[in-house]
């Protein structure tokens, strides 16, 4: 299926069945902001529990916090956030579109990248077997050509921003020839910083009310309670503050479905450790966080380690989890070693001393930091694109969630054969059995086919069906949603069989 085809059909797979859909779509929709369903919020849920869990339960210097999002004001000036969170953005004269600068210029250089793929898949068929890829890559006059015009565009637009340059940005998109993709004309404007914060008032306006930020990323509330859970939690360095919600960010490229959204979720840790040890705590956390997302039983092929060459001026190792989602591969995950720098601006902007000491050295300092940071909606993104897939059967197609049993909104499905003759009853008392533990779900209407269908698609592992059979020897059938067998079972072993089966312990234990 071309990649465009399937990431449209998760988008209305995600509607269809209850996951996601687009916020305020009674008023025709309100861009970048979804609101997520009854299915969907199990599986967000899920995912955070598999998140919390694996890093505040399993590790146990790792405890959480639940900070507010609107925050002092001056924090956002002391973590640079005021000044240096922005966006170059460039207007199109004709179409009156706004556009990121860096994003034209991305999608422009990816263009010439498309160019070197057909290339490459032209020669592939031409030569057949005896087709060497390194050695066309490496000397194919026109190949070369495109790669070269990318290292050096890359390298102008790298520096331009380095230097914060925005007429260099600009000359780019001239030169590069780069069109408005609505009006197709290069009338562009002046290249200009957008901030991205979301603001608002505190109080009431006539009262002389301050401007808050809504919080563009939850790390700043870690850092500003770092003293707090320190001290009252008695914590002793290496230790980490983790926490999970949501962020605002005035997104301009808002595109992508719940991959970029100006209203969404993080879940963040932050390890506070003594300054020289960070690189040793950065490999640690890098291993954990990629073996956390191996362990949802997505192919290890889906994601791959990108690291940044250029770091941001207080970063001195970083690297991003990125996963292939239909639209390629793209951040999933930051994970950094950002120095003493937050720390160290919040005790400068606050006058207030931020340090450890350490009683066994006499020594006191500003622990480093190393930072992981995980996009809850683009967690649920990569699960939903790993797990969707359609299989033919018989005359039919079959669309079906493969997810993680331990993850699926719901866990079990209880159907009762016919809706008479007592079958209803006796589904109802095992659902009834069921529900303290497990999200379960009871289902009369339609034929069994068309439930078991319905529930394939949203991904529950386990149907149980109730027949005359179960009325006279307390028997079920348990049906496997992955690969459609089913098995007879004595209802006491129930209970016993599905709940190990979707216990969160199936991932963790993986960890
Ligand atoms: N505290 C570090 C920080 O916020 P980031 O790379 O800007 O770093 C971390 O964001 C993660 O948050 C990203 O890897 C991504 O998964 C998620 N994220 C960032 N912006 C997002 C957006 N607009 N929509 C959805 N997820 C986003």
């Known amino acids: 299926m071309v990649q465009e085809d399937f990431f449209k059909k998760i988008v209305a797979h995600c509607k269809e069945y209850g996951f996601i859909f687009q916020s305020s779509e009674l008023y025709d929709g309100l861009s970048a902001v979804y609101d997520y369903g009854q299915n969907g919020v199990e599986l967000k849920n899920n995912i955070k529990e598999y998140w919390w869990k694996a890093m505040t339960q399993l590790n146990e210097e790792v405890v959480g916090i639940d900070s507010a999002i609107f925050m002092h004001p001056t924090v956002w000036k002391a973590s640079g956030h005021v000044d240096a969170f922005n966006d170059p953005l460039i207007d199109n004269k004709d179409s009156k579109k706004r556009y990121r600068a860096d994003v034209l210029i991305e999608d422009h250089l990816e263009k010439?990248?498309?160019k070197i793929s057909k290339e490459v898949e032209k020669a592939s068929k031409r030569f057949g077997d005896a087709f060497d890829e390194h050695q066309f890559r490496t000397t194919n006059v026109r190949v070369l050509e495109y790669a070269a015009k990318i290292e050096s565009v890359t390298k102008a637009?790298?520096?331009?921003?380095?230097?914060?340059?925005?007429?260099?940005v600009r000359q780019i998109i001239i030169e590069e020839g780069i069109v408005c993709p609505v009006s197709g004309s290069r009338n562009w404007t002046e290249v200009r910083q957008f901030n991205l914060m979301f603001e608002t008032k505190l109080g009431s306006v006539s009262e002389?009310?301050?401007?808050?930020?809504?919080?563009?990323?939850?790390?700043?509330?870690?850092?500003?309670n770092y003293l707090n859970v320190q001290k009252t939690g008695r914590m002793r360095i290496p230790f980490g503050i983790a926490q999970i919600g949501k962020a605002f960010r005035n997104e301009i490229v808002a595109r992508q479905f719940i991959f970029r959204m100006r209203e969404f979720e993080q879940m963040e840790m932050q390890y506070f450790v003594k300054p020289g040890e960070e690189l040793k705590w950065f490999e640690n956390w890098r291993e954990k966080r990629m073996k956390w997302h191996l362990a949802m039983g997505i192919s290890p092929a889906k994601y791959r380690w990108h690291k940044h060459d250029k770091l941001a001026h207080y970063a001195n190792a970083a690297f991003d989890i990125e996963f292939e989602f239909p639209f390629g591969f793209k951040e999933l995950e930051g994970i950094h070693s950002r120095t003493d720098y937050d720390l160290t601006q919040h005790q400068n902007f606050s006058g207030?001393?931020?340090?450890?000491?350490?009683?066994?050295?006499?020594e006191s300092y500003v622990p480093y930091v190393?930072?992981?940071?995980?996009?809850?909606d683009r967690t649920f993104l990569s699960l939903l694109s790993a797990a969707y897939s359609e299989e033919q059967v018989g005359d039919e197609t079959r669309v079906v969630l493969n997810l993680p049993a331990a993850l699926a909104p719901v866990k079990v499905a209880v159907l009762p054969l016919v809706k008479k003759d007592g079958l209803p009853e006796m589904a109802r008392k095992i659902m009834d059995d069921l529900k303290f533990d497990l999200n379960c779900i009871y289902e009369e209407k339609d034929s069994i086919g068309k439930r078991y269908r319905r529930q394939d698609a949203i991904g529950t592992p386990f149907c149980i069906t109730v027949d005359h059979q179960s009325l006279e020897d307390n028997t079920?059938?348990?049906r496997y949603r992955d690969d459609m067998t089913q098995e007879r079972i004595s209802t006491d072993k129930l209970s016993g069989i599905v709940k190990s089966k979707t216990d969160l312990k199936n991932l963790l234990t993986k960890l």
């Open 208 to 224: 002389g009310a301050n401007t808050v930020y809504l919080r563009p990323e939850t790390a700043q509330g870690i850092f500003v």
């Open 112 to 114: 010439i990248n498309e």
């Open 370 to 376: 190393v930072e992981t940071s995980v996009g809850l």
């Open 352 to 362: 207030k001393k931020i340090q450890f000491f350490d009683n066994e050295t006499g």
């Open 476 to 478: 079920v059938t348990i």
């Open 157 to 168: 637009f790298n520096s331009a921003l380095e230097e914060n340059d925005l007429e260099k």
